[in-house]
């Protein structure tokens, strides 16, 4: 058994985010300026411009380039493909959470640490599936680690929202569903590609990231950006949109719209309620509360710290399971709110 | 229940009034008489008495969830809804396997579980979350916890049923209001075409007035009103509003609430008999002495809710009703005609009263400038302001603006500093809204007031975030945050209180503004609230 105390810790959270001390690297850091990240995915939250050199996967380098700049010194590498940082080896693996997400491997005298980053285990034609990753020490995410978080299947998901979809149709009404530009909007397009041809009007925010996921190989149904110097009449038509359009100007063109959002958060009515959406659609790119303990015991690992969302919770209740677990608090908490 | 669970989805999942009415014309024009006679029941507001504590479900939510006991706890806290943290935690996602229409859930499960002990209620509500698929069970569970809300008005319902039935709707209104049990008889006698004949215990609809802006300058009422002369002017009576029915053989008393209250007020009640029949009043029950007039409705408070009321309570508390409007003469329904003649007729009628049954003055007010004047007066006279009716107006079913105006008096106001704040329930779970605020003595703040309304949406998130950053302190779920957000409270009245730490109780706080300009030791002091007018009393 090595030992637990930090201070010989292989990752360890500090202010700018977690750290390997024995690779002089980053994941996901969320301040800077440091020297070298390793960055699980192209979301806000992870993939910041704080670093000089970054190393991430070949799903998720156009992403960055799209988001950070051009000019990023990018190091990008295959899946399960080992590279050494310092004394450590690293590897990324698929983590099932977006185009390009992956999982950190580090490895240190024998020693193996993963950093699940966002995952989950559902199905998603937008990404290769969740790998299970043996390992020691699994820092994990635990946005939704509560047991009222189960998520219904996607397709059923699909088959809710092109049903609402018909029946605005029917009452002669705009659908704009409100989803992440990155990941679960194209996660939308592509479940709803199963199901039918019909094509699908894009908030400006999400045509690049679109373009991105076509360029993949991604199948999704046709999609079109919204022209917005031509007045015309919406009724009938499905808008994608990222949440920020919600109450904005960007609205007032779609008069007497229905309105629904895709989220995780969608499992609770309040939620719902709250942010004042007509539908919500149970879709999340998280584990949910079977996922996360299922991946717990699948990794094999003997120690689980978590991050972000429930963290102390899950840690309480892995603790009462004689699971050896920590929190890690997280580098926002100062600036998280419900 | 299916077809039920359905409604509520397609009610809850829509802001726009067209798709509601045309989901409840589809449901009320489907189903059958005995389902839509619940449908109505809970879809007017009305609920059970509570079957099962909430103790007991929280217990057997735990057992069905197979989880810590904390951990349940904690979730709970996280949706802050009962009844869904047990849909959530133990609805299925495989189809209901318990297959009831809305009625048949009520007579063979619902009300069969209310005569049961409660080691088989649990077995009974156990098998009900092994079953239900999770819309069923969300929906079973809100009227198990009696918590069930439709986001639909009362009026909107009549409409629905107006149109299925084909009916004027102050027929439907008027044939729901008061006492009715949602058989199917009840239903059918709902939708049968109007021959004039209506339960004869039943009030009529009230007609509500709309509020006016209360800095209201005089001018600024002459542009929205026109002439002075074109309205009646009375106080606005700071009592309980109530209809007084006499019908053949008998008297009835209903609340605005539409509680039946008669054999409360049997002084009121008494005095009814000796109105003709089939007349029908409109007023406010008021605790009256005809020494000094009308007393504080802390005072009428006390005759409230209780079942019995004593010699000494009727001799300590009088009570009177001041009528306003007479909505039924002779047996005619008087709501087409106009407010002049109504009061003529209900001055006539009251001449050979007596005393419990007065006539609600009419103020001689010949400009604006002479309203606001004795607008003024309202504190001092124990009255909430004015009532503005015009001569023309009809009788009208609820809130029909322009007609009835009530002109209440600018609240009192003080700056308070912000010292605690909890979470809301249902949807404002997880989010900091109830907060208790505090005013200075010798350096402390000591609390004045709890309030929940008056921020914006926007308002709130920050606040919330604020209070976040800002906690002193965690007591369970309340926060203590560092003083120094100033808050506006405007409340109506302030009594002493031997209760309270602060020594006041005030009526009906709530957030006037968030007074960003304000330093928190610019915000008043206990001893600026005992100064208020009014503290001396009660």
Redesign the interface.
């Known amino acids: 058994m090595t030992s637990f105390a930090p201070e010989t810790a292989l990752i360890k959270m500090t202010p700018n985010g977690l750290y390997c001390p024995q690779g002089r690297f980053y994941i996901d850091p969320v301040r800077g300026p440091v020297e070298r990240a390793v960055i699980t995915h192209g979301h806000a939250d992870h993939a910041r411009n704080v670093a000089e050199t970054y190393f991430t996967t070949f799903g998720s380098s156009p992403i960055l380039q799209k988001r950070l700049s051009n000019d990023i010194s990018l190091h990008t590498v295959s899946y399960s493909e080992p590279f050494t940082l310092g004394e450590t080896t690293v590897s990324l693996h698929p983590a099932g959470h977006i185009l390009g997400s992956a999982q950190v491997r580090v490895e240190h005298q024998g020693e193996v640490w993963v950093v699940t980053g966002d995952f989950k285990r559902d199905h998603d034609p937008t990404c290769q599936p969740f790998e299970v990753v043996p390992c020691d020490t699994l820092i994990s995410e635990a946005t939704f680690a509560l047991p009222i978080y189960r998520w219904p299947p996607a397709g059923q998901v699909a088959r809710d929202i092109l049903a609402w979809w018909d029946e605005n149709i029917e009452l002669h009404q705009v659908s704009v569903l409100f989803c992440y530009a990155l990941g679960k909007a194209q996660r939308v397009l592509a479940e709803l590609k199963k199901l039918t041809d019909r094509k699908v009007l894009l908030h400006g925010a999400i045509l690049p990231i679109v373009d991105i996921y076509r360029e993949a190989g991604i199948p999704m149904v046709p999609t079109e950006k919204i022209d917005l110097q031509h007045k015309r009449d919406y009724a009938g038509e499905m808008i994608l949109a990222p949440p920020s359009a919600l109450g904005s100007p960007w609205m007032r063109r779609f008069k007497g719209a229905q309105t629904g959002f895709c989220s995780g958060w969608m499992r609770v009515r309040g939620n719902r309620r709250r942010r004042g959406y007509d539908r919500g659609f149970v879709l999340s790119d998280h584990a949910d509360w079977p996922s996360l303990l299922q991946t717990f015991d699948d990794s094999q690992a003997s120690r689980i710290q978590l991050h972000h969302g429930y963290s102390d919770i899950l840690v309480r209740y892995l603790e009462e399971l004689g699971v050896d677990a920590i929190s890690l608090g997280s580098p926002f908490a100062d600036l998280e709110t419900v | 229940m299916k077809r039920f669970a359905n409604l509520y989805r397609a009610l ?5 009034t067209n ?1 509601k009415l045309a989901a409840l014309r589809s449901y009320f024009e489907s189903v059958p008489p005995a389902d839509a006679g619940w449908a109505l029941y809970f879809l007017s507001g009305r609920r059970f008495k509570r079957m099962v504590g909430p103790a007991n479900l929280r217990q057997w939510m735990i057992e069905a ?1 197979n ?2 006991a ?3 706890e ?2 709970y806290a ?4 009962l009844a ?2 047990a849909a ?2 133990t609805g299925t ?1 495989a189809p209901t396997s318990i297959n009831h229409s809305l009625s048949e859930w009520m007579e063979k499960e619902m009300l069969v579980l209310g005569m049961e002990p409660p080691d088989q209620q649990r077995l009974r509500i156990l098998r009900w979350w092994q079953h239900l698929d999770y819309d069923t069970c969300y929906l079973v569970n809100k009227l198990l916890t009696g918590s069930l809300r439709v986001g639909v008005s009362h009026l909107l319902v009549a409409r629905a049923l107006a149109d299925s039935a084909n009916l004027p709707r102050p027929v439907i209104l008027h044939r729901l209001m008061g006492h009715w049990e949602p058989t199917p008889q009840f239903y059918n006698q709902l939708i049968a075409p109007d021959d004039g004949s209506t339960d004869h215990s039943r009030p009529y609809p009230f007609c509500l007035a709309s509020p006016l802006e209360q800095q209201n300058t005089p001018q600024e009422l002459k542009t929205q009103l026109g002439d002075p002369r074109e309205w009646l002017v009375e106080w606005k009576w700071d009592g309980i509003r109530a209809q007084l029915l006499r019908r053949p053989g008998a008297c009835y008393i209903w609340t605005r609430g539409e509680e039946l209250v008669t054999d409360r007020y049997p002084e009121v009640r008494d005095a009814a008999y000796g109105l003709p029949d089939g007349t029908v009043l409109d007023g406010e029950i008021l605790a009256w002495s005809e020494e000094t007039g009308v007393m504080p409705f802390t005072i009428l408070q006390r005759r409230l809710g209780r079942k019995t009321i004593g010699k000494k309570l009727l001799q300590d508390i009088p009570i009177c009703f001041m009528a306003y409007d007479l909505i039924e003469h002779e047996g005619q329904d008087m709501r087409q005609h106009t407010t002049t003649e109504r009061r003529a007729l209900l001055d006539r009628l009251l001449k050979q009263a007596g005393p419990v049954l007065k006539m609600s003055p009419l103020l001689s007010v010949t400009s604006w400038e002479e309203a606001a004047q004795r607008q003024m007066e309202s504190r001092g006279r124990l009255v909430e302001g004015l009532m503005l009716k015009h001569r023309n107006a009809l009788y009208e079913v609820g809130r029909r603006r322009g007609h009835w105006w009530k002109w209440k008096i600018t609240p009192h106001t003080l700056d308070t500093v912000m010292m605690y704040a909890q979470p809301g329930h ?6 900091y809204t109830d907060y208790t605020f505090g005013v200075w003595q010798n350096q402390e703040l000591v609390p004045i007031a709890k309030a929940y309304s008056g921020l914006t949406n926007e308002e709130i ?1 920050e606040l ?2 604020w209070i ?2 800002h906690t002193i302190k965690r007591f369970g779920p309340v926060r203590s945050v560092k003083p120094e957000q100033v808050f506006e409270l405007a409340f109506e009245a302030i009594n002493r209180s031997s209760r309270h730490k602060s020594g006041v109780a005030v009526r009906f706080p709530r957030i006037a503004r968030w007074r960003r300009d304000l330093d928190p030791k610019d915000a008043d002091s206990l001893a600026d609230v005992h100064s208020l007018p009014g503290t001396g009393t009660a």
Do not use: F, H, K, M
């Open positions: 809850d999942q829509t802001t726009s798709i969830s989880l810590p904390w951990l349940v904690e979730t996280s949706v802050g809804d869904e943290t959530l935690l996602q249902g949807r404002r779970a997880n989010l998130y919330d975030t976040r950053q």
